[in-house]
C-alpha cells in the first residue's frame, strides 16, 4: 500500500516552486491563486524573496503550503492508499486529497500562522530537539520541571523535541545533557509550538475552521493528534484545532501506517527531511518483528 506525506516548518528553500510554475499550466494557476487569495504576491517571496524573509513564519508556512499541494495536485496518478502530514504538513495533506479547497486550505494556513505569531510575541516559548534518551526519561524530566515544558514532536526512535517556556527550557536541556542526552539542538524558532503555551490561540482557530467547509476523506488520514486513521470530518477539524497545543506524534503515526499495510512512503514537498526519519523508524520497528 502507497502511503504519502507532506512535511512541515522548516522545509522551505529560496526559488521553492519556480519550476513547477514555468513547466505545468496548472501549478501556474494555482500559484496565481495564491496571490489573489491572499492579497500579496506570496509568489515573489518564494521565488526571488530573501531566505530571512522566508523564514518568517507568516510566509514559511504559507510558502511549503502552496508547494506541497501545488506539487501533489500536478503528479501523475496521485492515488494513496493513506497520508500524514507532519504538522502544518497535516494541511497540505488534507488539501491535497480534497477534504477541503486548495483557496481555504490557504485561508487556514494565512490565519493559523498569523494567530500563532501573534501569540509568539506576547509570549517566551522556545523548541528544542533532544538526540540519544528514551521518551520516558524526557517526559518525566519535563514533568518534573515546575515550568510550563513538555514533549511535543515524538519525530522518530531517536528524536525527541520539547516544547515551551525559555527558562523551563535551558534548565531541562541543561538537565538532560548532564543525564545523557547525545545532542541537544535549540531551534530557531520564536514560540513553544504544540504546547499548552499555544491555549489561548485555540478558540480563535477554532471559529476559524468552523466557517470552512469539510468534507469526508475519501482516504484516512493518520492525524498528529491520535496517530489513528480519520476519514470523518468533523474528527478532521477537532484534531486540526487540538493539534495546536498537543504533541505532533509522528514516529506512531508511521508506525500505525506500516501495521496497517503501508509498504512505500512518498515525500511530498520541499526537502525530504521526511525520508531521514521514516529510515530510522522503519529500522527499530522491523528489529522488533
Known sequence: MKAYLFPGQGTQFLGM????YKNSHLAKKLFQLSDEVLGFRITSVMFEGSIDTLKNTKYTQLAIYIYSVIKAKTLNNFEPDMVAGHSLGEFSALAAINVFSFEDGLKLVNQRASIMQDICELTHGGMAVVFGLKDSIIEDVCKNDHGVIVPSNYNSPEQLVISGEIQALRRVCFYLKKIGAKRIFILPVHGAFHS??????????????????????????YQ???????????DIKKN?????????????????????????FTEIGPGNILQGLIKKIKKLYLKKI
Open 240 to 264: 486540526l484545532v487540538k493539534q495546536l497545543t498537543y504533541p505532533v506524534k509522528w514516529k506512531q503515526s508511521i508506525k500505525n501506517m506500516m501495521d496497517h499495510g503501508a509498504v512505500s
Open 196 to 221: 499548552p503555551i499555544m491555549e489561548p490561540v485555540q478558540k480563535k482557530f477554532q471559529k476559524i475552521v468552523n466557517k470552512i467547509y469539510f468534507k469526508d476523506s475519501k482516504y484516512p488520514i
Open 224 to 234: 498528529n493528534v491520535t496517530a489513528l486513521p480519520v476519514v470523518k470530518s468533523y
Open 17 to 20: 516552486g519556480k519550476d513547477l
